[in-house]
């Protein structure tokens, strides 16, 4: 069984960072795509940012600029990095491999 597990959410102010880890059990990581998902209170789960096997990566227009998806193969972690937080990013973020594996999710708090 994979398990993904996840790290670094809280709470925030808005304009802040935070910087959130996935790290999926097993020791096989390279060769996945892996994404961040995020589901806000009474929204559907929305597609983040997606990094490839080799590195490549996209982002929801709405976090373009801001956010920035990596990867340490090594390490097999995959990354979030989150800049300038809106209110309207709470959210709870969800790591996803794309084989179909979910973590279970982190909550990230933007707030004053």
């Known amino acids: 069984q994979v398990q993904l597990v996840e790290s670094g959410g809280g709470l925030v102010q808005p304009g802040g960072s935070l910087r959130l880890s996935c790290a999926p059990s097993g020791t096989i990581f390279y060769i996945y795509n892996m994404d961040w998902y995020r589901q806000a209170p009474g929204k559907q789960r929305e597609l983040v940012a997606t990094i490839t096997s080799l590195g490549s990566t996209n982002y929801a227009d709405s976090v373009k600029g801001r956010f920035t998806i990596s990867r340490d193969n090594a390490k097999r972690t995959v990354y979030l990095q989150m800049n300038s937080l809106k209110p309207e990013e709470t959210a709870v973020y969800f790591c996803?491999?794309?084989?179909?594996?979910w973590g279970q999710g982190t909550q990230v708090t933007v707030s004053s």
């Open positions: 996803h491999r794309q084989d179909g594996y």
